[in-house]
């Protein structure tokens, strides 16, 4: 599959939204306060991670990393971490699962952690606006969907490629190391 479009992300972030408001004031008649917060963060997390994964185009490691996900969600819910250690852990495992699955380059990676730092912001920042859930998931995931327009691979000013002059040097040594294996595998 190709990556999500920012469209797709749009029209994510408003399912999700919706659906996490009316979660929360559902939950907070069974739940406390903390613990529908809880709840909702780990519904929210699950549904991202297995979005980003069922987009994506690499196919292996997808078990592990839901099993990880899954053991991680579950210990921070056992030891009752506080609520922005709780956040933290998620918005890092989504920054963990994106830069395995959509990036190739570690400067591609990093832009896309200061997207979620910038998300989380804004997050913040609509929740203390508007005292609404609905807003706060929204401004997060809004800014989320910008996550398409980082390129997949960012080359850094430096070249990977060696000189000519040393590329020749290279190889030469190459062969002399494997002719030197050669010698000591028939001579044992």
Known sequence: MNRPSFIEGLVFAFMVSLSASFLYASLTWVLSGFGALQFL???ISVSYVVYMLLRSKEKTGRITV??????VASGLLVFDVPLSLFCLAHLVML???RSLY????VISSLLDFALI???????????????SVFMSIWSFFITQAL???????MR???????PVSNYHEFNQALKNANY???KLTVTK
């Not at 850094?156 to 060696?162: D, E, K, R």
């Open 66 to 71: 839901m099993l990880t996900w899954f053991l």
């Open 102 to 105: 959509y990036y190739s380059s």
């Open 180 to 182: 030197a294996i050669q």
């Open 95 to 97: 920054w963990v699962v």
């Open 41 to 43: 963060i780990t519904i």
């Open 156 to 162: 850094s000013t430096a070249t990977n490629q060696l």
């Open 147 to 153: 996550f398409v327009f980082i390129p997949e691979r």
């Open 117 to 131: 730092g910038t998300s989380l912001l804004f997050s913040t920042w609509a929740y203390y606006q508007t005292g």
